[in-house]
């Protein structure tokens, strides 16, 4: 195979293995932000999953293995599950009714001093 194809697949494997799971759970199943204390050890718990995950691969296909792509994935992971979008606020908002205060009435909007 072309040295271009090899490294195009092994760059594929590598996404889908270590970065796509984390993608589908953040914004396709909780799709709302992690609290960065449990998104750092989801990040480093997958990581080191992934990477026995690539060294059982690795050692069926002859390959050889580094931990280089898991540490920076896993700091990409770590910032996707942190990462805030649109809808964030209203799932926050929606849970501090739950929590017996109003959005409406928390102390930091309140006009009381």
Known sequence: ?????????NLVITFSI???PIIIYRFG?????????????ISILYGIFAFVLICVIAFF??????GGPEIVW???NYNLLKKEGEN????????????GQSADTDA????KP
Do not use: H, Q
Request: glycine share 2%; net charge positive.
């Open 1 to 9: 195979m072309d040295k271009f194809v090899v490294i195009l697949l």
């Open 88 to 99: 964030d606020y209203l799932y926050y908002r929606d849970n501090s009714e739950t929590n």
């Open 18 to 20: 270590c970065s796509l």
């Open 29 to 41: 199943i909780r799709k709302y932000a992690v609290a960065p204390k449990k998104a750092k050890w």
């Open 61 to 66: 296909l002859d390959g050889k293995v580094t």
């Open 108 to 111: 930091s909007l309140s006009d």
């Open 74 to 76: 896993s700091i990409i």
